[in-house]
């Protein structure tokens, strides 16, 4: 009988530990290096970029953002972290740098994006999208 309740305890420790670690990252700031911060977009927010932004969003972020951007996709419960509300104003008070990093790199759940969009223009567009997701 020892053993089995050594490997349960064993198991829910290392079960708390992973529920204690990813409610502590979900809390913590996404840094941005300095030079996204201060990187302007190249691609003019405008109809044809707006456009192809969302595109790129409904094949690529709403699945987990939701069709509006508000965090509340289809699988957005089924992920560790819950997806950012892309209407909110800390999101759309963010440099266009800011969020191109963010998109291109992803981290946890939220997937690079540059590994299926290798041309930035299309990573500026969907900048562009986000920008006008307003609550």
């Known amino acids: ?20 670690f990813l409610f502590a990252q979900a809390g913590k700031p996404w840094p941005v290096p300095d030079k996204y911060l201060k990187m302007k977009n190249p691609v003019a927010s405008n109809e044809k970029s707006i456009g192809n932004g969302k595109k790129l969003f409904i094949k690529f972020c709403q ?14 419960a089924d992920i560790k972290t819950t997806p950012a509300d892309l209407t909110s104003s800390v999101v759309q008070k963010e440099p266009d740098g800011s969020l191109f990093y963010k998109i291109s790199e992803g981290r946890g759940d939220m997937p690079r ?15 562009n999208y986000v920008k006008t997701l307003k609550k």
């Open 1 to 20: 009988m020892k053993p089995q309740y050594l490997k349960f305890v064993s198991v829910l420790t290392i079960i708390v530990f992973g529920a204690v």
């Open 63 to 76: 699945d987990c953002h939701g069709k509006k951007g508000k965090g509340d996709g289809q699988k957005s």
């Open 113 to 127: 994006a540059k590994k299926d969009l290798p041309d930035a223009t299309d990573i500026w567009a969907l900048v």
